[in-house]
């Protein structure tokens, strides 16, 4: 039985091992956290003592880290002394850099990773907790098409859809980018919204019902809004952190480019503003500093 690894078993890692798992893959992982650890465990797959470790066994490794310099200490080692996977993984193994770091990072790791023989698949996912253990995750991969004929089959049981994006490392990134600049542009639009109805005293599900059922509604604006009005701001799986980190790539993918991104910008600072009073909150929380400057909020009435 092939075993396939992933280091980073948080919210979307314990998903990706999940069906990695149903699709009959043997799963080894890592985390730095030790409660993830013993759930992923408990969920059946078998614990690495490092991102050394795990390449030991698998035959590619799914990084699903928060950022480039953790993505990078992963496949080559840090300053500690730890090593990474080039370390340990088989000339013919890959790497599927599934994590949202800068392409020039992913640009980087690619270059570094040349005469090691390790294949990389820059291949960011948007779907979030819901579509990683669903397995139906949108995978924006970046590599040569004999590397993805390839790796088709261990990409496939994590992702409902594969678009290949682009030859080289880095395109995939910027895929992602571009599309994290339109999301984080939608959630701020609909926490904006929310806050104009409730000050304008129109009715939670009222409000809900238009939007889910208009051109506006979608997975996104459906999820934000329902989350607002429940009032629901932690452990929905959205942690306000990733998407503020997300946007700070769009932007500096778009000063890279000289692209003025106005709409983007703003949804920006409005989750700088989010993190900053709520930073253990999720996305929707963004919501609350509207909320606060007008004094009021949209929740649903009690039944």
């Known amino acids: 039985m092939e075993t396939i690894g992933v280091i980073g078993i948080g919210n979307m890692g314990s998903g990706l091992a999940k069906n990695l798992m149903k699709a009959g893959y043997t799963v080894n992982g890592h985390d730095l956290l030790a409660a993830r650890l013993e759930e992923f465990v408990e969920m059946g797959g078998v614990a690495a003592t490092s991102a050394a470790d795990v390449g030991k066994s698998a035959s590619a490794v799914f990084i699903m880290v928060m950022n480039g310099d953790q993505a990078k200490a992963v496949i ?17 193994g890959a790497i599927l850099l599934t994590a949202t770091i800068h392409a020039k ?7 570094q990773l040349q005469g090691s023989g390790l294949e990389l698949i820059d291949a960011p996912v948007s779907g979030g907790r819901p579509g990683a253990h669903g397995g139906t ?15 088709h089959p261990v990409l496939n049981a994590v992702s409902g859809t594969i678009h290949h994006v682009g030859q080289e490392a880095g395109v995939g990134q910027t895929v992602k980018g571009c599309l994290q600049s339109l999301i984080g542009s939608i959630f701020s639009a609909t926490f904006e919204a929310s806050v104009l109805a409730a000050k304008a005293g129109v009715d939670a599900d009222a409000l809900y019902n238009v939007f889910s059922t208009s051109a506006a509604g979608c997975g996104i604006t459906n999820t934000a809004l329902g989350n607002v009005i429940d009032r629901k701001f932690q452990d929905t799986g959205s942690h306000i952190s990733t998407m503020y980190k997300d946007l700070t790539i769009s932007m500096d993918l778009a000063r890279q ?13 409005l989750f ?23 004094g009021v909020q949209l929740a649903r009435k009690p039944v």
């Open 76 to 92: 080559f080692g840090n300053n500690d002394g730890d090593d990474g996977l080039i370390s340990t993984m088989k000339p013919g």
């Open 105 to 111: 990072e992913a640009i980087e790791i690619s270059g």
């Open 137 to 151: 995750l949108t995978l924006m991969a970046s590599a040569p098409d004999a590397v993805m004929q390839k790796w």
């Open 257 to 269: 480019h000289g692209v003025p991104l106005f709409t983007a910008a703003t949804a920006m600072q």
């Open 272 to 294: 700088q503003a989010g993190i900053t009073r709520h930073p253990d909150a999720d996305n929707q929380t963004v919501a609350k500093i509207t909320e606060e400057i007008v």
